[in-house]
């Protein structure tokens, strides 16, 4: 229970660092929206303080106070659930963007962390069981080469080829904007049609990184001593390899699942962007290049604490998983 409590106050400052280094580093970028919108307004004929008024009430900014105090105001919001509105899109609350984005990369990053996983441990132990045959070799070239390819360059292929040229699949977008949402199965199809290549750029360029881990732990867990005593038992073969084998080989995957989960969301941004998927990571580039602070804050803050929280629940999962690590705690 303490190493929890001590696991929680870690997180909650891990959390706060981020939020603040990402509010005064945000600030010290290139560009700043404001004047950009300023000079907007003074185009169309007001004068400078005519233009700072209809700025500083349109986007809630109080343009006397020193920054500083616009960090405490921040923390505030934070504490409140408010993350601002966005500078872009005019009057339009960051939180009703992120909780419209959030669902969409939740969904395109489930499905493709879950296939990935499972193919990884079935192939995985496939090729362990088999090591220095044919097929432990081709898996394991396979998972080579896949696992350095980098996500977005095959998403550009796949983009190219099954988009542009065959026109098997939508090119951009998460759905048909013709065909009203709802627990339909045209509605779900074309979620599914829409997300079809995104999920395989994550699942082509990850699974081969599974695969490789579940075979060496899987080869490593057949060395032990407690499998040749189950064998002389003679116990039954699927057995051994459920219950013994990949039960134990296992173990270290899923905390690094937990931690690829967290991850995966700061990956998502550029597989995103390839096909305009308008997730939580085409938000974040659309506000950095828009210099829309509120929006970057809230999109930055999403991705912060999937990260840290991942971290956390690795961790317990690890100690849930291995007695010998609670033991030790």
């Given at each position: 229970?303490?190493?929890?409590?001590?696991?929680?106050?870690?997180?909650?400052t891990?959390?706060?660092?981020?939020?603040?280094?990402?509010?005064?580093?945000?600030?010290?970028?290139?560009?700043?929206?404001?004047?950009?919108?300023i000079?907007?307004?003074?185009?169309?004929?007001?004068?400078?303080?005519?233009?700072?008024?209809?700025?500083?009430?349109?986007?809630?900014i109080?343009?006397?106070?020193?920054?500083?105090?616009?960090?405490?105001?921040?923390?505030?919001?934070?504490?409140?659930?408010?993350?601002?509105?966005?500078?872009?899109?005019?009057g339009?609350?960051?939180?009703?963007?992120i909780?419209?984005?959030?669902?969409?990369?939740?969904?395109?990053?489930?499905?493709?962390?879950?296939?990935?996983?499972?193919?990884?441990?079935?192939?995985?132990?496939?090729?362990?069981?088999?090591?220095?045959?044919?097929?432990?070799?081709?898996?394991?070239?396979?998972?080579?080469?896949?696992?350095?390819?980098?996500?977005?360059?095959?998403?550009?292929?796949?983009?190219?080829?099954?988009?542009?040229?065959?026109?098997?699949?939508p090119?951009?977008?998460?759905?048909?904007?013709?065909?009203?949402?709802?627990?339909?199965?045209?509605?779900?199809?074309?979620?599914?049609?829409?997300?079809?290549?995104p999920?395989?750029?994550?699942?082509?360029?990850?699974?081969?990184?599974?695969?490789?881990?579940?075979?060496?732990?899987?080869?490593?867990?057949?060395?032990?001593?407690?499998?040749?005593?189950a064998?002389?038992?003679?116990?039954?073969?699927?057995?051994?390899?459920?219950?013994?084998?990949?039960?134990?080989?296992?173990?270290?995957?899923?905390?690094?699942?937990?931690?690829?989960?967290?991850?995966?969301?700061?990956?998502?941004?550029?597989?995103?962007?390839?096909?305009?998927?308008?997730?939580?990571?085409?938000?974040l580039?659309?506000?950095?290049?828009?210099?829309?602070?509120?929006?970057?804050q809230?999109?930055?803050?999403?991705?912060?604490?999937?990260?840290?929280?991942?971290?956390?629940?690795?961790?317990?999962?690890?100690?849930?998983?291995?007695?010998?690590?609670?033991?030790?705690?």
């Amino acid at each position: 229970m303490r190493w929890i409590v001590k696991r929680i106050i870690t997180l909650l400052t891990t959390f706060y660092i981020a939020i603040t280094l990402t509010f005064f580093l945000i600030r010290l970028m290139p560009g700043n929206p404001i004047d950009v919108m300023i000079n907007q307004y003074m185009q169309q004929g007001m004068s400078m303080e005519q233009a700072r008024i209809m700025v500083s009430s349109l986007y809630q900014i109080d343009f006397s106070k020193p920054v500083w105090e616009q960090y405490i105001e921040y923390l505030q919001l934070i504490i409140r659930g408010n993350l601002g509105v966005s500078y872009i899109y005019t009057g339009v609350p960051v939180a009703r963007i992120i909780s419209y984005a959030l669902p969409w990369t939740v969904f395109l990053l489930s499905i493709s962390i879950t296939l990935s996983f499972v193919l990884g441990i079935i192939l995985g132990m496939f090729a362990a069981y088999r090591r220095n045959t044919k097929a432990d070799h081709t898996i394991t070239l396979f998972s080579t080469i896949t696992n350095a390819i980098p996500n977005y360059v095959l998403a550009l292929i796949f983009l190219f080829f099954f988009a542009c040229v065959w026109k098997i699949f939508p090119m951009r977008g998460t759905r048909d904007p013709r065909i009203p949402p709802g627990f339909t199965l045209e509605f779900i199809s074309n979620v599914f049609h829409h997300a079809t290549l995104p999920i395989l750029s994550f699942l082509i360029t990850t699974v081969g990184s599974w695969i490789l881990q579940m075979r060496g732990a899987t080869i490593s867990v057949l060395g032990e001593d407690y499998i040749k005593v189950a064998e002389a038992r003679g116990l039954k073969g699927k057995r051994i390899m459920f219950s013994y084998v990949g039960r134990n080989a296992i173990i270290p995957l899923f905390t690094r699942l937990a931690i690829a989960i967290g991850y995966m969301f700061s990956g998502s941004v550029l597989i995103e962007n390839i096909f305009t998927y308008t997730g939580i990571g085409y938000y974040l580039t659309y506000s950095v290049t828009a210099r829309d602070y509120p929006l970057m804050q809230g999109c930055f803050l999403i991705t912060t604490l999937a990260i840290i929280l991942s971290n956390f629940i690795a961790d317990l999962l690890y100690g849930f998983l291995d007695p010998r690590v609670r033991i030790e705690r």
